[in-house]
């Protein structure tokens, strides 16, 4: 027996062997590399305050980009105006999908936040509606409330005195180690979302003021002031500064489709009708945008015949895509080099943004796209970012943190955060006239300017 | 262009009927306690009633009547890093469970009189099947919660021994077969639980094989199994919340399923009357599982204001093979046989098809058992297999085309078997 006693020790130690193989993860340990996570600050607008469906409220802003990242690199006490269910702006519900999509709205609200009281700047400094200048506005916070409509001023920065003039300044204040820096998005869209009828152009030379987007050289030399300005008062600071996405990667751009089937008979498309800025009456042709916030108006059948055309803020038209798109690319360039010129980490959120519309957002077995609802990345207004988009956004910024210094932080895993809140109600309405498959509740596009 | 609110339920089924950790993809090749000591080399011998499965040309030369029944318990162990498309090493152990996949063959082989050569028997086992459960919380529950897939193969099977030198034998495969699938659906808040339950349509296919002994000590097998093609009819639930439960109604379902043929050839070579070594190559034409399709009966295309949404993962699994080498050795005049084996398994799911339904590698199977006749008509065969499967490591997500759970996939199995033999 003792030979086939050798065979089962042999066959024993082959498997003792093959279990004693280490494994080897793909992935090395968790680490922060060069980055010191105990002070994280975030300037920016409405996408950085976690701004979602129409408003900002205490439970989207637990998903902001900023809290997320915050919690990713384990920063400390970060502090956010945190504002009460319904929040302030006008909250967009989702009633039903069936048979139509049918959004309500909580109305307009304002919610004080449930902690002004704090004696230092908030960490999250994401004003809704602030433009690229307000990083360096030192003026009047309350004029500049009371000029724009906008309560989100006072709301967050609050006592310039104490906590410092402009978003910079406070800031500054509280001695970041780590800066996220995001402005610049409601210079062009402020312009884009209104179909190009209200901008944020100073004008002169016989431009209008706020008829377009920011001038090009009133962006660049806010940024260069803005960006050295940061490099002066914060030189230690480890600074994020993100671009200017594309506005055709929202579903506010995209969703509304360029022509419409005919009710009766589906398989004949009819075509849009709107009026340009000039009064004259065109057709939406195929370089032209229907705005999300024209969902209505066709509805009730305006848009639909020469007659009765869409009316000129619900279109962004070929001529004035063009003019977001030229905006974009100069102001992209300016953040690009200003960025470089300061040792500041350039997080392209242009590209990034455009892949995901391309390609779709894959993790961990599932994928987001920029459609509207369905996407999953972006909030009931169709322009803000959904928790999960923000999440989306976090993990473009851990990425490039990884990147530049050597970093090894864990990506947000999207299903940990929750999906978008079923509707409130089972479908009820009838069937959608024009097989849209779409609706949207009455707009007010002149509040939306202030509230981005 | 009607614009249609759709979920894009993307993976909504992911690869429904999958299974793992025996053999490559979802099949099974332990069927018998005999041959799985010796690492499933049987086809140029096939010398006990499991013939039915490894080659049914071998009927012809056992003797007399046999009933042999028994099962494999199959306890997998899978553990999933990741995923790395988050950055992430996070361990996951996929929960431990037991399989014990049944057989039994009754044969009877006609050794005088008119009828010499002829035999006749009929089997039942499970060719494909088996299933994988993760934690109702993993990070992948949106891919996959849980899978079960099982089939039986009735195999009424007649062989016949054209002479001492050469059997023919054929089989049919009556196909009963069901399938479970459970997954989180998690684009709304709160998230669903898609339950897929579907019995498979009774399907019938074929198997064949020859047994050629041109010497004493030689002995080539050659078998064929057809390429059986299930159709599963079943219904989904996504236990929804009330309101979001008219988009996702549910209902019936309908899907398919290709189990691929597969082929042995083997030869086997005896030394000295109480040695048999074996060696058998396996071919597993996988090419035929290209896609799952999974359609509901209600879905956006027919239905306004439904979400849910007919579903095809590509799967693109690629032909594979097996090679096989076994050994017997009777103790002379103690009716005792030891068996060892090894097997390699090389797996036919490309790196865009992985995923942790299937979580599958190549791997090394490590064999051994023995038999007893501890009654002049009862044997009885044990048998263990001791299964690595290799890391595999895989890095999709930059790849177009599909959704991903990257990240390193370990696993192994152990198998064991036991088989009663009566002679009658």
């Keep these: 027996m003792t030979y086939h006693g050798n065979l089962l020790w042999l066959f024993a130690a082959t498997l003792l062997l093959i279990g004693a193989c280490s494994e080897d993860t793909p992935v090395g340990d968790p680490g922060l590399g060069g980055l010191d996570p105990t002070t994280y600050v975030a300037i920016g607008n409405s996408l950085t305050a976690g701004y979602q469906s129409g408003a900002l409220f205490q439970e989207g802003q637990a998903f902001s980009f900023p809290n997320l990242l915050a919690q990713a690199l384990g920063s400390t006490d970060f502090q956010q105006p945190l504002m009460p269910y319904p929040g302030t702006g006008e909250l967009r519900v989702l009633e039903t ?56 001023y006072m709301f967050i920065m609050r006592d310039q005195g104490m906590f410092g003039a402009s978003m910079i300044d406070q800031a500054a204040k509280l001695n970041p180690t780590v800066l996220t820096f995001w402005l610049g998005n409601n210079d062009v869209l402020g312009y884009a979302t209104t179909g190009g009828t209200m901008g944020t152009n100073l004008g002169g030379g016989g431009i209008p003021p706020r008829t377009l987007p920011t001038e090009s050289a009133v962006f660049e030399l806010a940024i260069r002031t803005a960006f050295a300005k940061i490099k002066a008062d914060m030189p230690n600071t480890k600074v994020l500064v993100a671009n200017i996405p594309d506005p055709t990667a929202t579903p506010f751009f995209t969703t509304v489709p360029r022509t419409l089937p005919n009710p009766t008979n589906p398989a004949i498309m009819m075509n849009i009708y709107y009026k340009n800025k000039e009064g ?22 305006i848009g639909l015949s020469r007659d009765y055309p869409l009316p000129t803020e619900y279109v962004l038209d070929n001529a004035e895509m063009s003019i977001v798109l030229q905006a974009i690319s100069e102001y992209n360039r300016v953040i690009l080099e200003q960025a470089e010129v300061h040792g500041f980490v350039h997080v392209d959120m242009n590209a990034f943004l455009n892949d995901v519309k391309t390609n779709g957002y894959d993790i961990a077995g599932e994928r987001y796209t920029t459609a509207f609802i369905s996407g999953g990345m972006f909030s009931l207004d169709g322009i803000h970012l959904s928790a999960r988009g923000n999440a989306v956004v976090a993990n473009k910024f851990i990425e490039e943190m990884n990147r530049a210094y050597g970093a090894n932080i864990r990506y947000i895993g999207l299903n940990t955060i929750p999906g978008m809140t079923a509707p409130t109600t089972i479908g009820t309405s009838k069937k959608s006239l024009w097989s849209l498959g779409l609706q949207f509740p009455v707009e007010h596009p002149n509040t939306l300017i202030g509230l981005y | 262009m009607r614009r249609r609110f759709l979920i894009p339920v993307v993976l909504l089924c992911g690869a429904v009927l999958s299974t793992s950790a025996h053999g490559g993809g979802f099949q099974l090749n332990e069927h018998g306690a005999r041959a799985m000591a010796q690492a499933g080399a049987f086809a140029a011998r096939a010398n006990d009633p499991s013939a039915i499965f490894f080659n049914p040309a071998g009927l012809s030369y056992l003797r007399g009547a046999h009933i042999m029944a028994g099962a494999t318990l199959i306890a997998p162990v899978n553990t999933y890093y990741g995923p790395t498309n988050l950055n992430s090493n996070e361990k996951w152990e996929m929960d431990k469970q037991v399989f014990s996949p049944p057989n039994l063959y009754i044969t009877n082989t006609w050794t005088d009189g008119m009828l010499k050569g002829l035999a006749l028997g009929i089997g039942v086992t499970t060719p494909f099947g088996l299933g994988t459960r993760w934690p109702d919380q993993w990070v992948g529950r949106a891919v996959t919660r849980e899978i079960e897939l099982q089939t039986f193969y009735v195999m009424p099977t007649i062989s016949y021994a054209l002479t001492d030198m050469i059997a023919v034998g054929v089989g049919a495969n009556v196909v ?38 041109p010497t004493e000590d030689i002995s080539l097998g050659f078998t064929y199994r057809a390429q059986t093609d299930i159709d599963f009819e079943g219904t989904a639930d996504f236990h929804p919340p009330s309101t979001l439960a008219p988009m996702f109604p549910g209902g019936d379902v309908t899907t398919g399923l290709n189990a691929p043929a597969t082929w042995f050839a083997g030869i086997a070579w005896s030394p000295t009357e109480n040695i048999d070594l074996e060696f058998d190559f396996q071919g597993i034409q996988w090419s035929a599982y290209k896609e799952l399709a999974i359609d509901f009966a209600t879905d956006a295309g027919n239905t306004p204001g439904v979400a849910q949404n007919d579903v095809v993962s590509v799967k693109d699994y690629e032909d594979t093979w097996i090679a096989r080498l076994g050994a017997e050795y009777r103790l002379r005049g103690t009716g005792l046989a030891l068996r060892a084996g090894y097997f390699y398994d090389n797996n036919p799911v490309p790196d865009k098809s992985l995923e942790p339904l299937l979580p599958d590698a190549d791997r090394h199977g490590l064999n051994i058992g023995l038999g007893i006749d501890f009654l002049p008509s009862v044997t009885l065969d044990v048998a263990y297999l001791h299964m690595i499967i290799l890391d595999r490591v895989t890095d999709q997500t930059s790849q177009p085309g599909g959704v991903y759970m990257d990240g390193l996939y370990t696993g192994s199995a152990n198998l064991f078997a036991l088989n009663i033999t009566y002679a009658l």
């Design chain 1, 280 to 301: 004259q009456t065109g057709t939406v042709g195929e370089n032209d945008f229907v705005l999300l916030t024209a969902q209505q108006k066709l509805q009730l059948g």
């Design chain 2, 176 to 213: 009963f077969s069901s399938v479970s699938l459970r997954r989180a659906v998690t684009n709304f808040d709160p998230v669903m639980d898609l339950e897929l339950e579907g019995t498979g349509e009774v399907a019938v296919s074929w198997n064949a094989g020859v047994l050629f002994r």
């Design chain 1, 97 to 152: 999908l069936i048979p139509a999509v049918r959004i309500g709205t909580m109305g307009q609200t304002q919610n004080l936040p449930t902690n002004p009281l704090l004696a230092r700047p908030y960490n999250n400094l994401g004003i809704p509606g602030a433009i690229v200048w307000d990083a360096i506005d030192t003026s009047s916070i309350l004029a500049r409330a009371q000029q724009r409509s906008n309560p989100f």
